[in-house]
């Protein structure tokens, strides 16, 4: 491999660390809001006449696909991201003696601020396509706009993670074959394409109708303000901030908890 000519072995080991503290933050802070918004999708999915059979099947399919990606991540073999006897000596005696569930815990927990603060930016998001769907004389608008917007949520934590992929790729000079081969579970677009699978089965009339020139502006707006919302740093600072806070039985001591708390809000106040 090219990038071995230049680098040594721990050279390299250093750069993809620095990479999955990245993507893992990213991912982290994308995915799990994400998770949240297809809860809430669901739960309205169901009262749509056409959620039976095949349809039914394929909502369930793209939540285990979610799920399968996160036992991917927690049980790895390999490339490791959430294995506590991986870390080094100086970062493990951060955390008590706790399990890698509740260290993978502890990172779900990244997307409940996105998800909360970032509610109003979905809501309006939502609103946008509830008004498309209705000017479209669409059945079950209000149904199906939550549906969509999870499909939004969806294709967004999946340019986030590209994002950051590039970005790491660039910055730490890696190949980006090995990047996605070793951060590959980080990745919903699988779960994307289900789910979309599913919204078009579910009511195919979303997928035909054109969008006129004030709906496309709207709709763009609404994603481009939520993707502002969840991509931008204080946020992403601001979520490790609050996940910290939120699961201090997991430190050490309460020492390293606040130690932890002083760090990270130390990086989003600088920014």
């Known amino acids: 491999m090219e990038i071995a000519k230049k680098r040594n072995k721990a050279e390299i080991q250093n750069a993809l660390a620095r990479s ?25 999915i169901k009262k749509h006449p056409n959620y039976r059979g095949k349809v039914k099947f394929l909502y369930k399919q793209a ?14 073999n390999e490339n490791r991201m959430f294995h506590l006897a991986d870390m080094t000596p100086s970062t493990r005696k951060i955390y008590g003696n706790i399990t890698d569930a509740q260290y993978f815990e502890y990172w779900q927990g990244l997307g409940a601020k996105a998800y909360t603060e970032g509610h109003q930016w979905v809501s309006s998001l939502d609103n946008k396509y509830r008004l498309s769907l209705l000017k ?10 939550k549906v969509m917007t999870a499909q939004a949520c969806l294709e967004l934590a999946s340019h986030m993670y590209e994002s ?14 090995l990047m996605r081969d070793i951060f590959k579970f980080f990745s919903l677009r699988k779960v994307a394409d289900i789910w979309k699978n599913a919204l078009t089965m579910t009511a195919p009339d979303t997928q035909n109708y054109a969008l006129d020139e004030v709906e496309d502006k709207n709709i763009a707006q609404g994603i481009m303000q939520l993707e502002m919302q969840w991509s931008d740093p204080k946020m992403i600072y601001g979520s490790a901030f ?30």
């Open 242 to 271: 609050t996940a910290t806070e939120d699961f201090e039985e997991i430190f050490r001591t309460k020492g390293e908890w606040k130690k932890a708390m002083r760090e990270i809000g130390e990086v989003k106040n600088s920014i």
């Open 136 to 145: 479209h004389r669409t059945n079950n608008a209000e149904i199906l706009s």
């Open 63 to 76: 939540f285990k696909e979610f799920k399968n990606n996160e036992r991917q991540l927690l049980y790895a």
């Open 164 to 177: 950051a992929l590039n970005a790491c790729a660039k910055d730490f000079e890696l190949p980006m074959c």
């Open 20 to 44: 999955a503290s990245v993507v893992k933050l990213v991912c982290g802070v994308a995915n799990n809001a994400t998770w949240l918004v297809m809860m809430d999708a669901h739960d309205a």
